[in-house]
């Protein structure tokens, strides 16, 4: 950085030159310091040193120009309007040293307080307190615990069993009991433990102890857990961390001083009402750690009535300014109240719909702002099963939520036993240290998945996301031995066999089967709810907000269903349509048969008599499902996969002819299977003979369903109802393929629909990458497009889905190539591209052509903001996941910038 411009370069900010809208530059919590300090609450004066000044560090190593001085300054102008100097031995001022970045990282960074306390200081420090030497030592040896622990990497445990030992010594399990000379012995440990393990004396000096806190924090900005924190939760890396220095107020200093935690609502349910805890003659810290038992926040009307009126009234008017659930840090010095953090609390789903719900009501936001506050995560959490939890039942270890869900059952430690337990109807949970690909088998047959190491980005995190299986990763209390089918926590041991419950979404793990209780959400959704009559906060929040997004929201969303049932239950959940209704299933079955005589008919006649068969089939199911949608569209896709699917496997054909032979049985007929799947072995299925390939090679294959389609609809008609088909020709890639089939289809329509009333269109799926890039072409021939994204995505990549997400994508995950998974959220730059470029040359071809979207992706929050933006006409997914694609699609109507929340 070049002399001048870093002279010029602010590095510093009082609090009352910040803002609550600086969190990039002062991070979260010194804007919100400078905001509370503005609004005139109490906050002991201090500044804020940028992520400005972070960056230039971690960039060249070393503090930038210019900051020294302007530390130099700020402190100066703190110890003005303090009257106490830093460190000073008769009446020092005393000083935290506090991270704190653009989003908060729960337990990343570390915090410095009562900077300035030194050998000499601590006595004047007493005096100041009116020899108060207990509260002076016990402030000292704090300052040289979590400056040993933080600034100079000392394990912390050698300070806790110093701690530990000293009470033991004086026969208490209370810190309160210790008194100053025990204090003062306790720092003489400490300070022996800090040369021990830095090989320097504690520093004396008070600037040095600053500058060395100021670093430290910059420095835990790459520390090993902060990297993995800001990856799982996709912080961006380049970030850094601000830090603020502030005047120390103590809580320490007996009965009438103390400290706390308070949220304006209840974070859990989103309730109202006073919620915190207060620890009185305590410094903060101690209120996170446990050290001794806090008592409930309304308990200090008691203690302190004044201090406790003054902080109702403190939090009413945050949360009025905030608009929004707050939480909030405050201390006690002798009965005087101060604010030492706020910011927009973190809550649970429910609770973020409560509470959008409730501001609404008490007129501080409009429907648009609660809409925006919530996500389609959080809907989508609330709509699985959960335990119903009461006190019998205790989590006995926590990891990482990395696919949410409820599941019990019993323990396994192997892919192999999961398998077979499955097979005999068992539910099991699989059990590992972590996953491999090896362990899939197992995976998918068990209810859930259970490890002990690994972050939301490890194998079996992603694999059981792509799944949609309930995984807890990461669960480093339990000790995991597979060899010895066990694993043991919290002191007790679990066999193989023995039954577990997990939650995905929390992370906690329960020994025992815990009762799994229905979605109250799904429930509304299903119908079975009303929320006018229902006394539950969190249903008559859901249904407000999603009444909002549906008047909201430019996309339609419909649904991927293959039955009359899928759709109708989609229906219930707001489908207006069915995107996909694919054809396979219809093949399966006692139909397998038929489609055997199919494949391997020798001449036209047996080919059309068994597509004939097939026929009444095809159309019943058709009928089934037109009515359930009576009056909304319905796009069938004609065959998509290869038929040696349809056909056994070879190993299993190979099996039975020599069995048949053995026996003298007539074997013609296995020998022709078996020859027909040799004949059709592909290398690549995938790039084979599928789709639209299939359709113009096996003559009268299409057409079958076509006519099935046009019959079904003409018949619901007659019946009185609306059917609105739309015929889908699967992976097409050039527009001659799409006309020749619908050639066909044209005739056959014309015939059967005569003048029934009765419209079908006749469109194609874009999920060849060929097709994207010639969509101006073959907009031509298609009355509408559905981007089949998931196909899109394989070929886009070039990689198989069911192969890769076991093989590598989790190092794709670890290495940053993907933030997440391209099968989860579009790839917006890769994929999404030829999505747009297909919207835009289809559209300029043909305007008005209808588009919409029939992959998995249809269903996921980020890419439903995607498909808004690039003018789609509506998403399509699975039944379950209709609630959160309509919430979605009304929140990329009201949002152009994607939500910031966190
Ligand atoms: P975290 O981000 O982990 O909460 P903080 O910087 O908020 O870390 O500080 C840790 C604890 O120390 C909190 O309880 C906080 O209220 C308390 N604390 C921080 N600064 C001061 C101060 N100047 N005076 C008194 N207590 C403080
Ligand atoms: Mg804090
Ligand atoms: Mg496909």
Redesign the pocket.
Known sequence: MAAQDSVEHKYVYDFAEGNKDLKDLLGG?GANLAEMTNLGLPV?P?FTITTEACKAYLATGREPDGLAAQIEAHLESLEREMGRKLGDPQDPLL??V???AKF?M??M???V?NVGLNDRSVVGLSAQAGGNDRFAWDSYRRLIQMFGKTVCEVPGEEFEHALDDAKRAKGTENDLDLDADDLRGLVDAYKKIFVKHTGREFPQEPREQLDLAIRAVFESWNAERAVVYRRQERIPADLGTAV?V??????NLGADSG?G?AFTRDPASGAQGIYGDYLANA???D??AGIRNTVPLQELEQLDKKSYDELLDYMARLEEHYKDLCDI???IERGKL?M??TRVGKRTAAAAFVIAGQLVDEGLIDLDEALHRVNGAQLAQLMFPRFQLDHEFQPVAKGIGASPGAASGKVVFTSARAVELAAEGESVILVRRETNPDDLNGMIAAKGILTSRGGKTSHAAVVARGMGKTCVSGADELDVNVPAKRFTVAGQTVNEGDVVSIDGTTGKVYLGEVPVMPSEVVQYFEGSLEPEHVDNALVRAVHRIMTHADATRRLAVRTNADTGEDAARARRFGAEGIGLCRTEHMFLGDRRELVERLILARTDDERESALAALLPLQRADFVDIFRAMDGLPVTVRLIDPPLHEFLPPLEQLAVNVAVAQERGEDVAKEEALLAAVRRMHEENPMLGLRGVRLGLVIPGLFAMQVRAIAEAAVAVTRDGAVAKPEIMVPLVGAVQELETVRAEAEKIIAEVVGDSGVEVLIGTMIEVPRAALTAGQIAEAAQFFSFGTNDLTQMGWGFSRDDVEGAFFWRYLELGIFGISPFESIDREGVGRLVRIAAEEGRAARPGLKLGVCGEHGGDPDSVHFFHEVGLDYVSCSPFRVPVARLEAGRAAITTTGSDSR
């Open positions: 919590k002991p201090g000083v935290s506090r991270s704190g908060s729960p337990g960074m570390e915090t307080l603020n502030v005047a120390m107020v103590f809580g400290t935690v410094q903060g810290e209120v996170v840090e405050f201390t101060w030492l953090q």
